[in-house]
């Protein structure tokens, strides 16, 4: 409803094609627009943090990556991995946060929300297969709850993604080991007053699996665009649809007594489907010293989900498969205004913004299953879960090296759930006010500091704030609380002191009243303690040359529960240390070349810290040579042949033939040495 009415006001206020200036001709100078050119470049003097930060397209580009989301690593000190395989999302951790497939992350395309709240597979699932890579523009990256615009799910940060006005007219195919295909293309033409642009993408792998993967999926997008990219109105239609067979974790001792391959699998039938359908709306004018934005947006989704975790742990005889199903309808609108203004002759900027965000879901479920096939229902609810926001931003520069800022936001939630158990049903409300803080010293000597500081909260899963019931066992549960209240500080410095260097370091903590989660593959509440991270990210960027770049990160962070008894408090896998670094090489025309690195260390596996994972180092290269219309890429993936674990966990299991569950380490192996060759056509 409220996309169907901004839709409308959106239309009614359509820019020309050129922008308007004002009286005097001069466009007014914005103080906290960021233009996406790189995290090699320089924005002291507009950031509001220094773990802030942005990558233009050519930065995604050049990074070879064997998945789709892995160019989220391209935020400093985010590691990102994958438990199953195929078309799932990825896991995804940063700053002490093992943050499952989305929790506590927000990411967005064009405002548009990524992650499904209450979904079937974990809160804030994420799934980045939709995205084609080469039509996205870039992305702006944030850490921390210290941003008044950013909401629920963003206690760790987020980052917006933002595509093309156009699309680029180009082709490309891309051939690789264990039977990888990808074919995309994309282009614009001039239509009417504007730019119609369409894209598409075909990608199909096996993996070195020994049952293959055959992931498949499809992915087309189009937009149509009137005005310039300062005044603009475009309207965007994307549809998405993945198919695969699962290569879930595996029982280490299955590997060490010889009867699973490194590659294999116990339960053959594992996989799902996935689709996503999307329309969406976004709008921008600028009068004088006013700017209006609108996103506004609507779409449908759909998982059918099949895992096998235990084995043969709960059924002995049908085995532990187990299906999970969401069926929903999203949608919702962000809408802010900026004013740039002086205060008694000090430069100021207020923004003011209203966020909606609906999920209506027709069907999650939870079932037991065996080889896919239904033998009894966990759980089915239908579920809406609405919020509504209300935020304000302030920034005045102070004097030549201040700049005192903050805002205040507030979120008003609605969770209702009708169960298939009525003691599962319910509607319950729940509000939450969020104030945030800056401070920004400098430049001196083309240095800046910065202090922040912010409350922040998430959402639980509706089912566990309306659950009474334990769907499973039949036992009574507690309810789980609406929204769990985080904070957050930060010190940080940027600098560019060094020609040609821009380098940051931040000094951070973080604080969460509750862990306690809805648990998916169980049905239930899973409650966890209070927490506190805190940690060190420091960064540097060195353009040696236009053609020659060498970037280096490292994270350390520091992840405890707080009311656990003693020896008990050990948040597991969170990431103690991570590291990346890297170069890249080429000019306009001839030969390229880059190669990364990435590093994560070992991490506790369960609250004692008994039971440890290995750590991981793995190196990702490019050789290649382009001429003004055509580029030949070949990367080399994982060029050490690393036998290294993709993702670890330690519970209990039950394989075919054992007496009893046996705790054990649970793994997904790193995929071998392979080789993809792609070649590149633009027009």
Known sequence: MYASIFLSLALAAAPANEAKKPADGKTPEK????????????IVGRAQSSSQGQANNEELSQRPTLRRGELLEVVPGMIITQHAGGGKA????????????????RLTLDGMPINHRTHAHGQGYADLNFLIPELTEGLDYYKGPYFAQEGDLATAGGADYHSYHSFPGMASITVGAHDYYRFMASDSAKVGEGILSIGGEYGHENGPWKRPNNFEHFNLASRYHLGDDENYLDFSLMAYRGEWMSSDQIPERAVKDGSLDRFGSINPSTGGTSSRQSFNVNWQKVEGNQTTHLDAWIGRYTLDLFSDFTYFLNDPVNGDQFEQQDKRYFGGLNLWRRYDYDISGLESQTTIGVQNQNDVIRGIGLYNTKDRQRLSTVRKDEVYVGSYSLYADHETQMNDWLRAGGGLRGDFFDFSVDSDRRENSGDRTAGIL???????????ADTELYLNGGLGFHSNDARGVNSHIDPATGDPVDPADPLVRTAGAEIGLRTKAIPDVIATTS???LRSDSEL?????????????ASERWGIETTAYYRLQDWLTFDGEYAWANARFTDAEPGMDEVPNSIEHSASAGFTLGEKEGWLAGLRARYFSSRPLEESGTHMSADSLIFNGRIGYR????????DVLNILDAGDKDIEYYYE????????????THYHPMEPRQLRLTFTYRW
């Open 627 to 634: 001429k003004k219309n055509w580029e030949l890429d070949l």
């Open 517 to 529: 989660v809805y648990v998916g593959d169980a049905g239930a509440v899973e409650p966890s303690g």
């Open 90 to 105: 990825n896991q995804y951790f940063l700053r002490g946060y093992n943050l499952d497939h989305g929790t506590d992350f």
């Open 434 to 444: 969020s104030p945030k803080g800056r401070l920004i010293f400098g430049p001196w």
């Open 31 to 42: 103080l906290d627009d960021v233009v996406i050119t790189g995290k090699a470049e320089d």
């Open 507 to 509: 000094l951070w903590a």
């Open 653 to 664: 299991s039950r394989l075919p033939g054992e007496a009893a569950g046996i705790e054990d």
